[in-house]
């Protein structure tokens, strides 16, 4: 089995997408983290949702969570002010993690190995075409484990 | 809302669990990881589904993915049967990743600055009782996001 069979749909976001929105969809998916993907939809970063969590949080909370016990209530209900004025560009840190990229006829273990050593729960497959290169899907890692694991 | 009101049950297994039963519940639970929890049901650590592939992988090819297009289907098919003899415990890397814990009267500003700080998708609500500790659920990046984001 190769990696364009077990490719499916992943949530795309750009660089430009409201902050907000893409929050949204992380949740509507239920989807840990997005795939950033340029104009030509060459994917070239993860949004993980805990770096959409940082954005909602003051930084003196970040630098001492203990300081969010004293915070009221009222400051968590404008938590996500700050979202709706941003985009996706102001969530993405310089640490963030790679999103590893198979091609489409990468073979199970070429992804199982690919996924092993970035440590990262999910792959993109991208097809490279004469001058571009695209999306076709993502490979998550039970997706793999599932389609590699003998039946019972 | 507290931790203990968003907390909700999260697939656990023990260092002595079969390694090939721990991948099969992450895929039919549809999970990135398991938590693994000692004898007394206190999170101990995280498996991530990515750790579990390493264990089918060669080491050859571990060190040089390159050389996963060479090897057989054949060998591809005998990829799992590491697993059955080995344990949860075999599969534990050196520098796993943490499972930041909260309490369950946590706030969701304070779960958001732990995840955040973190860079985790997941975090374990643990019950502090007067000698023990025990695991009362999980809350994931998505379902903070949900409870957090205003309603549209």
Same mark, same amino acid.
Do not use: C, F, G, W
């Given at each position: 089995?190769?990696?364009?069979?077990?490719?499916?749909?992943?949530?795309t976001v750009r660089m430009d997408t409201n902050a907000l929105k893409a929050a949204r969809l992380m949740t509507e998916q239920n989807r840990p983290g997005l795939i950033v993907v340029d %104009? /030509?939809?060459h994917p070239i970063a993860i949004l993980p949702g805990s770096q959409v969590l940082r954005m909602l949080?003051?930084?003196?909370?970040? %630098?001492?969570?203990?300081?969010?016990?004293?915070?009221?209530e009222n400051s968590a209900d404008h938590m996500c002010d700050a979202l709706g004025a941003r985009t996706v560009k102001d969530l993405m840190s310089e /640490?963030?993690?790679?999103?590893?990229?198979?091609?489409? %006829?990468?073979t199970m273990l070429e992804i199982a190995a690919i996924m092993a050593a970035n440590r990262s729960p999910l792959v993109a497959v991208?097809?490279?075409?004469?001058?571009?290169?695209?999306l076709m899907g993502a490979i998550s890692v039970?997706?793999?484990?599932a389609a590699v694991l003998p039946s019972d």
């Open positions: 089995m190769q990696a364009h069979e077990l490719a499916k749909p992943y949530p %104009d /030509n939809e949080i003051p930084t003196y909370v970040q %630098d001492d969570p203990a300081l969010a016990r004293v915070m009221d /640490n963030r993690p790679t999103l590893p990229v198979v091609a489409p %006829d990468d991208v097809e490279e075409r004469s001058k571009t290169a695209s039970t997706q793999l484990l």
